[in-house]
């Protein structure tokens, strides 16, 4: 692979770059209102619509943010043969990402989260899905997209949001005919399968998922502990690069012994919804290019600080990001290497 001598020649290696994205897809809805009084029937605000609007959520906003940043998306999932489901086909058509990769059941029904958001405030969500594993034909049906769909990948993610898509089975299997091409993996991962994910490229939870994975406690402050059980992970896992996000706090990344912490980025912070999506999908980018992990810990952070100043969840701006990331010479801060 040729070196990459600055920022634009990467941001332009993106393009040509192809990203399979396999996981728990599922539609984010949104009713915007005013509200200005509370309702006489029980002490809750009373919102008056104002607009309705539905968008791809989960592994397919991890496709829609793989998409603005130039590189092209396949979609891998399970969803329900479900008028929800119909929606989420429709949505991703008009997105222009291919429907290639979905199987629909009939036994599923297809994730959907109803937000209710008045003064640019949540005040309500409501969930309708179902988080049992998959029959064994569905996963049948998965695996068969995803063959079809990997020779032409250059890095796999897995978004895992713990309804199902996932098994300690299928990872293992998908993993290793990644491994098998040489195509690297890059896992964003959930409560569930956390540790099922041996042999992956590149581990990417947050600080409570790390807790909560790997059944340990710990102050936010307490470095040391925290990289204890970094290091922990890496040998449950069998994998040298993990990369954790840490909030407020912006980024850490391990990549064998080295480590290297990266700082947010100060933001007006309006919502964190689908920051974790961003961050992924641009780490997912730089590990196809083999950039050094420093730079690719960078990147993400930045990215994943931009999406948090807009409501809701939305994929991230490419030109901004590319402007910020200039501004702060993040190329020549962190030096690019191919690996």
Request: proline fraction near 3%.
């Amino acid at each position: 692979m040729n070196q990459h001598t600055n920022l634009k020649d990467i941001f332009s290696a993106f393009d040509r770059l192809t990203v399979l994205i396999v996981g728990d897809v599922m539609i984010d809805s949104y009713l915007w209102g005013k509200s200005t009084r509370i309702s006489p029937e029980a002490p809750v605000p009373i919102v008056n619509v104002v607009k309705r609007e539905k968008r791809l959520g989960g592994a397919a906003n991890v496709a829609l943010n793989v998409q603005a940043m130039g590189a092209t998306p396949l979609l891998c999932s399970v969803i329900g043969d479900d008028p929800d489901g119909g929606d989420f086909l429709r949505l991703m058509e008009e997105r222009s990402l291919s429907t290639e990769g979905i199987v629909q059941s009939l036994e599923r029904v297809t994730t959907i989260k109803h937000r209710i958001i008045a003064g640019g405030q949540q005040l309500l969500r409501v969930d309708a899905e179902i988080e049992h594993n998959l029959a064994d034909y569905e996963e049948r049906h998965l695996e068969e997209h995803y063959r079809k769909l990997l020779d032409r990948a250059d890095v796999v993610v897995f978004e895992d949001y713990d309804k199902g898509v996932f098994s300690e089975h299928n990872i293992k299997r998908f993993i290793q005919l990644a491994s098998e091409r040489g195509i690297p993996t890059v896992v964003d991962p959930k409560k569930k399968n956390f540790l099922s994910y041996t042999g992956c490229t590149l581990f990417k939870p947050n600080l409570k998922e790390l807790k909560e994975g790997l059944k340990v406690d710990f102050a936010d402050e307490n470095l040391p502990a925290f990289e204890d059980a970094v290091e922990e992970l890496q040998k449950r896992l069998q994998t040298q690069q993990v990369l954790v996000t840490l909030s407020e706090r912006g980024v850490f990344v391990a990549d064998g012994e080295e480590r290297t912490y990266i700082q947010a980025h100060r933001r007006s912070i309006s919502d964190v919804s689908g920051a974790g999506d961003t961050v992924i999908s641009i780490a997912a980018l730089c590990m196809a290019l083999h950039t050094s992990l420093p730079f690719m810990a960078g990147l993400s952070n930045l990215g994943g600080g931009l999406v948090c100043e807009q409501v809701g969840v939305v994929p991230v701006d490419r030109k901004r990001l590319f402007e910020e990331a200039q501004h702060i010479r993040l190329f020549e801060t962190h030096e690019h290497r191919t690996a």
